[in-house]
Nanobody, 122 residues
Framework: VQLQAFGGGLVQAGGSLRLSCVAS????????MGWFRQAPGQEREFVAA???????YYSDSVKGRFTCSRSNLKNTVYLQMNSLKPDDTAVYYC?????????????????WGQGTQVTVSS
């Protein structure tokens, strides 16, 4: 299983970015997909998740600003990030799991993409 995340970049505070995660060898429609991020010196933290049943989950820090969605036709999961803040600066990872555990626990995910850097300047 391969996950390729892209769409990161440098943006000013208040700006927007859309991350994409393209899956190969699996159908995202059958998997729970998650987005996590890791800033330098910090642990990987949950950002958002999209379950196979289309339910979505968000961390409190991004709720109302980020939207997680998926295109089963394109076998892709998206993370639309609006009103970005400098604290959102991190490497963002997408992940997939067939398990039905907690969507916000990185331990539940058994497949990870390579990460894409998001930098928000003040």
């Amino acid at each position: 299983v391969q996950l390729q995340a892209f769409g990161g970049g440098l943006v000013q505070a208040g700006g927007s970015l859309r991350l994409s995660c393209v899956a190969s060898e699996i159908r995202v429609s059958n998997y729970n997909m998650g987005w996590f991020r890791q800033a330098p010196g910090q642990e990987r933290e949950f950002v958002a998740a999209s379950r196979w049943d289309t339910s979505t989950y968000y961390s409190d820090s991004v709720k109302g600003r980020f939207t997680c969605s998926r295109s089963n036709l394109k076998n892709t999961v998206y993370l639309q990030m609006n009103s970005l803040k400098p604290d959102d600066t991190a490497v963002y990872y997408c992940a997939a799991t067939s398990r039905m555990g907690s969507p916000n626990s990185p331990n539940e995910y058994n497949c990870w993409g390579q990460g894409t850097q998001v930098t928000v300047s003040s």
